[in-house]
């Protein structure tokens, strides 16, 4: 994960527990430093895959590219204002799935609705679509404008423990090391990846799971799942504590008071 990307993940942890845009210390061993009340805090910040390479997350990757797809198609749809549903059907053996081609189908279906002035339902004649990406498009009239595709490919993705406990083990090693500054408190974020967040995926993070996570050295580790907006702490000398976006600032949870 670059610096920026690990920037705007550190922040929005922050944002569960301090005021919005507070100042944030960029730095390499720890990743970060914040002042909390006169407290130094490092975050030390790693990404975490759910998915290990399988067949079965090969196709979710490319199940989440054909999502990034049809939202660049409705992103330029929603400037028309045309209320239509929109059916894509795409060739299975596509895997990339280009921006500029998403834009060329959204052109096509702009100009299939004005062209069109009786209104749109049924196919785009396939002649017209690139088949090696798109094998058919379907519009129907609606209320509002709507863009999906009628394939899907659903796994729920489970906690690799062992995997885990690897990946914070690498990074205790690293806080070991004399030059890995150190404060009043020393966090691990680890931020998860989800391989196809627009879906209805939950990964399952509970006591009994967390229970075989292990560490040592930092004070607690962090999981961090960005799209359900939800972090677990993990603490040796504590249950298992979850917080939501939108609860109460809680910065004794990051100085330990």
């Known amino acids: 994960m670059d610096k920026e990307k690990e920037l705007c993940q550190v922040s929005r942890f922050l944002d569960f527990f301090l005021p919005k845009n507070s100042p944030v210390c960029v730095g390499e061993m720890p990743d970060f430093m914040v002042n909390i009340n006169n407290y130094g805090v490092g975050i030390e910040v790693t990404e975490f895959h759910t998915f290990d390479g399988s067949s079965d997350h090969n196709e979710i990757r490319k199940e989440k590219r054909r999502k990034s797809f049809l939202r660049f198609i409705e992103k330029e749809l929603n400037e028309s204002n045309v209320p239509i549903n929109v059916c ?35 196919d785009i004649p396939r002649d017209m679509l690139d088949e090696t990406i798109v094998t058919n498009i ?48 020393n966090h691990l974020v680890v931020v998860f990846d989800y391989v196809d967040p627009s879906s209805n995926q939950s990964l399952r993070i509970d006591s009994e799971t967390t229970s075989r996570i ?44």
């Open 138 to 185: 379907h519009l129907t009239p609606d209320n509002q404008m709507n863009v999906q595709h009628i394939q899907g490919y659903d796994i729920d993705p489970t906690l690799n423990i062992p995997r885990l406990n690897e990946t914070i083990k690498k990074k205790t090693e690293d806080f070991k090391n004399p030059n890995f500054e150190k404060f009043h408190k």
């Open 88 to 122: 894509i059907t795409f060739n299975e053996n596509a895997h990339d799935f280009p921006k500029q081609k998403a834009l060329d189908v959204a052109q096509l279906i702009k100009n299939q609705c004005q062209e069109k002035t009786e209104g749109i339902n049924g």
């Open 214 to 257: 292990k560490f040592e050295e930092f004070d607690s580790v962090f999981l961090y799942r960005t799209y359900h907006s939800k972090i677990v702490q993990i603490n040796n000398n504590r249950p298992l504590l979850e917080y939501a976006k939108g609860e109460s600032k809680l910065i004794d949870v990051l100085i330990g008071n």
